[in-house]
């Protein structure tokens, strides 16, 4: 089995409509740096009260966070979770933009994956997140709804980039005759990337998976 047979396994098991309308966050904007950072360890729903809070107090720009001091950062965040830790790691990633950078569209033009990943706090998932999200760039990200799916098939990886490699393996030829020239690779990884995700709060309930994801995957098995 292929990462190209299951991408058009899940794509197939949605309609145009569902899967024109996956995305995550305002994409490009800094919201989903902010994003990146906030969702470690934590459920969505969560980290969806945080940037409200941001969002109210005009705090999503790069600048904007860099005005408030930790502990102001900290009680905005609160809702995500491990907000102090989550409030040290948002304010350094923000220093280092600033430093290097000197502003957010810079940042998204020139930032390249070993200096993200430098960062402390930033870790695969997250660096490949703003990569793909915030910088429009060609990553795939393997969260823990990636990794379950590919547990479920029977796949076992030693490292993050060895999952990440597989899944990133696609036969875009194949693709884009059914999406048509309308997806380029960077959109066609994030598409993945969200049929993944709604695959899994759909289908699975921890570590089990619902009859209807079965009948879904019966042709990915190994």
């Not at 409200?52 to 408030?68: E, P």
């Not at 029977?154 to 036969?171: H, I, R, T, V």
Request: charge should be negative.
């Amino acid at each position: 089995m292929t990462s190209t047979q299951l991408f058009l396994t899940l794509l197939n098991s949605k309609t145009r409509d569902d899967f024109n309308a996956l995305g995550w966050l305002q994409e490009g904007t800094f919201e989903v740096v902010i994003g990146a950072i906030l969702v470690q360890n934590t459920a969505w729903k969560n980290v969806e009260k945080a940037l409200l809070n941001l969002k109210t107090a005009n705090k999503l720009s790069l600048d904007a966070v860099l005005s408030l001091s930790v502990q102001e950062l900290a009680m905005l965040i609160k809702p995500s979770g491990f907000y102090n830790t989550k409030a040290k790691r948002l304010n350094g990633l923000c220093t280092a933009i600033k430093s290097e950078f000197e502003n957010f569209e810079n940042f998204k033009e020139s930032v390249d994956r070993e200096w993200l990943l430098g960062v402390k706090g930033v870790g695969a998932e997250t660096c490949d997140a703003i990569l793909a999200y915030a910088c429009n760039r060609p990553y795939m990200v393997v969260d823990a709804y990636a990794l379950r799916i590919l547990t479920h098939l029977g796949y076992e990886f030693e490292s993050y980039d060895e999952a990440s490699e597989w899944l990133s393996a696609l036969e875009y030829d194949k693709i884009y005759k059914i999406l048509g020239d309308k997806y380029d690779e960077v959109e066609i990884l994030k598409l993945y990337h969200g049929l993944i995700l709604e695959f899994c709060k759909e289908n699975f309930k921890g570590k089990n998976l619902s009859k209807s994801g079965e009948l879904v995957l019966k042709n990915t098995k190994i």
